[in-house]
């Protein structure tokens, strides 16, 4: 269920385009930041307050990849294996993350901490192996970063 | 060489409206509201010759040219900072370390081409980026370089940014115009082009990030004085993004027609761990590859051209002896079957099919007659869809097959790659 606040922003978001479907995505980044995923209901919701039907908004929704569905961990971490990140280790950080969490990359950790997505160019080549979590971005990846970032997340520390 | 661009890029508050006043910043602004016409502004960026920097390079100028001047339409500029060609990153650096920079050219350009109404689509995981531009748009509000009647020159513009949702293909300006209408983002048939039927069936230009941050510099300075930067048909300078197998990977601005050599050995500081370079990829994964002894090559629109690649958006991707071509054009052929949006046949299922024939390869269990097989495939495909993503898909494989036909074939015989890149992840 969205919070007042996200309903308010959405609500905001109408009229601020020459067309109501514009307000679409930038509503589903309002979803992504108050709650973190989306599910039927927060569909149907982003419908009503838009003006649109959920179809619509499921329609143009299932074109992006961005948007995590209910189920995503706490710590969503996108990692990056295209060719410049794959020339610095990139896969090796896959398996690395991988091994660490015990979990294959489209998987959630058992407490729901962690999510592994392997993505696409994340548009940080030049501080290859990189890798996202949530909104940020961790660069110039070794393991013992990796197990520092991990370690500091399981205690609820941003780092 | 003085940086035009990065001149300012490594002061630590940069990004705040006073540091960029205090640095030069929005100078050119009141002088191009106030002494020039917007006509005056189109010729003094066609005399610039200033080429898009998003990797087509098609003159900004001449772009902005297109735009009717009769149609009593609303007029729309948009940034394309959807910066996702696998290689490139400068338009984030341009973004996080100067975005006053950007938008003192957005503005100029806006009211070049009449527009009231502008856009900067980035991408939805510059997350960073985005509230950066936020809060200098925000800035500008306050001091009056955005709104209404602007520095008292009677231009109103009202600049929004979009935050996109991970698709490589909105990169392409209309996809990018139909994901900002709010719909799946299939690419648009052209003609009519974007400058006649644009956003919400406007007259609409499009921009890069690197294109518009070179707007304040050319108005303060001329186009004359940028005409002469860089080679005679690719002026300027050019950020190129370098990453892979170098010392020293990073953002360079350096000028036009630098060579590879230059680039890679005096600024990247050569190749990692004492290795030899083995191949470079100028332009970001959709330019065709280039061997080790093309390093004389010039980094400019015409000079790759010639040397049967291209500049694309300058991401230069450095790959050492220890690099399989077979998988390089495997994972990129990943990259593309993810990406295409569906809407034309020969690109959804072709970027398939290469996929699936890669993988094979890649794995082992390739067949002799694979390579000609991705080769009719290839041909099949490129020329024959909406949007250039398809074209971009098949040259990773061609120019592999043409360059490394040797790797293919001991891949296939062999059924594994002749070269390991051993671990690089410690």
């Known amino acids: 269920m969205l919070s007042e606040t996200a309903q308010k922003r959405i609500a905001e978001l109408k009229g601020k385009f020459p067309k109501k479907r514009s307000a679409i995505l930038p509503a589903m980044h309002v979803v992504l930041e108050e709650v973190g995923f989306y599910n039927r209901d927060t569909l149907e919701q982003v419908a009503d307050i838009l003006g649109l039907s959920e179809m619509e908004v499921a329609e143009t929704l299932s074109f992006y990849t961005y948007f995590p569905k209910e189920g995503v961990g706490k710590y969503h971490i996108q990692i990056c294996t295209n060719v410049s990140c794959m020339l610095a280790g990139g896969e090796q950080l896959k398996a690395y993350l991988e091994e660490k969490l015990g979990i294959k990359v489209g998987q959630t950790t058992p407490d729901g901490l962690f999510t592994l997505t392997e993505v696409e160019c994340l548009g940080s080549c030049g501080t290859a192996p990189v890798m996202q979590i949530n909104q940020k971005y961790y660069e110039n990846l070794t393991r013992a970063k990796v197990d520092e970032i991990l370690a500091a997340l399981r205690e609820g520390k941003e780092i | ?426």
Request: one cysteine or more; charged letters at 25%; a neutral charge.
């Open chain 2, 1 to 426: 060489m003085e940086k035009i661009l990065f001149k300012h890029i490594d002061v630590p508050d940069q990004y705040r409206i006073d540091t960029y006043i205090k640095n030069g910043g929005y100078r050119a602004l009141p002088k191009a509201l106030k002494e020039h016409s917007p006509d005056e502004l189109i010729e003094m960026v066609k005399k610039s010759g200033l080429r898009g920097r998003g990797g087509a390079g098609f003159p900004a100028g001449m772009k902005w040219g297109f735009v009717p001047k009769d149609s009593p339409k609303p007029r729309f500029l948009l940034c394309n900072a959807d910066e996702g060609e696998p290689g490139t990153f400068k338009d984030r650096t341009l973004i996080e370390k100067d975005p006053h920079q950007l938008i003192e050219g957005i503005i100029i350009a806006a009211y070049a081409i009449g527009a009231h109404r502008a856009f900067i689509y980035i991408r939805g995981e510059f997350c960073f980026g985005a509230n950066r531009l936020e809060e200098a748009i925000g800035e500008c509000y306050q001091k009056g370089y955005l709104g209404k009647n602007i520095l008292g020159s009677g231009f109103d513009l009202d600049l929004s940014i979009y935050r996109g949702g991970g698709a490589y293909v909105c990169g392409e300006e209309t996809s990018l115009m139909e994901s900002i209408e709010g719909n799946r983002a299939n690419p648009r048939l052209k003609p009519p082009f974007p400058a006649a039927v644009g956003l919400y069936q406007n007259p609409t230009v499009i921009n890069n990030v690197e294109t518009l941050s070179n707007l304040s510099h050319i108005i303060l300075n001329g186009g004359d004085w940028y005409a002469g930067l860089g080679m005679p048909k690719s002026t300027g300078t050019k950020i190129f993004s370098l990453s892979g197998h170098v010392n020293k990977p990073g953002n360079y601005e350096l000028p036009m027609g630098v060579t590879l050599k230059e680039l890679i050995y005096e600024h990247g500081g050569g190749i990692k761990d004492g290795r030899n370079l083995k191949a470079v990829i100028p332009g970001g994964v959709s330019t065709p590859v280039l061997t080790a002894d093309s390093v004389d090559v010039k980094m400019d629109f015409d000079s790759l051209y010639e040397a049967g690649s291209l500049l694309g958006s300058g991401a230069t991707i450095v790959m050492d002896e220890t690099t399989c071509m077979v998988k390089v054009a495997y994972r990129i052929s990943k990259f593309f079957e993810h990406e295409s949006c569906g809407k034309c046949v020969p690109c959804r299922e072709g970027t398939r099919w290469i996929r699936q024939i890669m993988g094979r390869i890649e794995n082992g269990k390739g067949r002799e007659e694979d390579i000609e097989l991705l080769r009719d495939i290839c041909a099949n495909i490129a020329g024959k869809t909406v949007c250039p993503l398809a074209d971009g898909a098949v040259v990773p494989i061609t120019s592999t097959i043409e360059k490394f036909r040797d790797e293919y074939e001991y891949h296939i015989r062999n059924k594994k790659c002749m070269v390991d890149l051993g671990q690089r992840f410690v």
